[in-house]
């Protein structure tokens, strides 16, 4: 610079090869790669029971997808990864909500069960969905739900898990199978596809009316119209947006 000269910006931009004042690009810090290792270490999170951490890392990378600029072959990628980071936020936040939940009436413990069971349709990695549905199979079986605890011993055995967990699973089964009946009904219909709303934590099944955030993709409920996102804790439930 010379003296008495104005103070000059320079921004770096991404395409700056081939840029001028018109059609200048700013460059973009994160890539979708830096996110895919920000998934993994949410699961290792989540493997090791630090759920809150794993919230919040999930939470980061969903908060990050904005900031991307990516061409249209990533876009299938991007859209796995936020329907993924939502689907773990949904279900760890609405287990760390179910323990904290009294259990005092059986009132209470039916809808701690019920709660148990919907994070099992949760879209997680293998090793985390066989943790969610031992706890409810275990869960139902205490309550006498034998014929949902038996339907969750199934689910549970056709994902292979190892042979210590699956011969106390079949002995949990046969043990259902003798009485295939629920002492108690549970707002849960595994035949009839559903999402969790996650404000409410509770179903929204297949042809209900629902309000999507715009970011995560989170069904909720639709008096949330308008309201904060679980999920994010950033944008507005219902909002029409432009992007992903």
């Not at 999930?58 to 990533?74: E, G, K, M, T």
Request: charged share 20%; proline share 6%; with cysteine.
């Amino acid at each position: 610079g010379l003296p008495c000269l104005p103070v000059m910006f320079g921004y770096p931009q991404r395409n700056w090869q081939d840029s001028n004042a018109q059609n200048g690009l700013p460059a973009i810090s994160l890539s979708v790669d830096d996110l895919l290792k920000g998934l993994q270490n949410g699961y290792q999170l989540t493997t090791r029971g630090k759920f809150q951490e794993a919230v919040d890392k999930f939470r980061h990378i969903l908060l990050c997808v904005p900031l991307l600029a990516v061409d249209s072959a990533a876009e299938s990628e991007i859209n796995t990864l936020i329907r993924t980071c939502s689907e773990y936020i949904i279900g760890i936040s609405m287990e760390l909500t179910r323990k904290n939940l009294p259990r005092t009436s059986i009132g209470d413990q039916i809808r701690s069960a019920e709660m148990a069971c919907y994070f099992t349709h949760c879209r997680l990695q293998p090793a985390h969905l066989t943790l969610t549905l031992r706890t409810a199979l275990n869960f139902l079986f205490r309550m006498k739900n034998f014929k949902t605890a038996a339907d969750m011993a199934r689910r549970l055995l056709d994902l292979a898990p190892a042979a210590d967990v699956a011969e106390q699973t079949r002995k949990i089964l046969r043990a259902c199978e003798k009485e295939m009946k629920d002492a108690h009904p549970l707002n849960y219909n595994p035949k009839n596809p559903f999402t969790i709303c996650p404000a409410t934590y509770v179903p929204i099944y297949q042809g209900s009316k629902v309000v999507k955030d715009p970011l995560s993709g989170a069904s909720y409920v639709p008096s949330m119209q308008g309201k904060l996102c679980r999920v994010t804790m950033a944008t507005e439930i219902g909002k029409d947006c432009y992007g992903l």
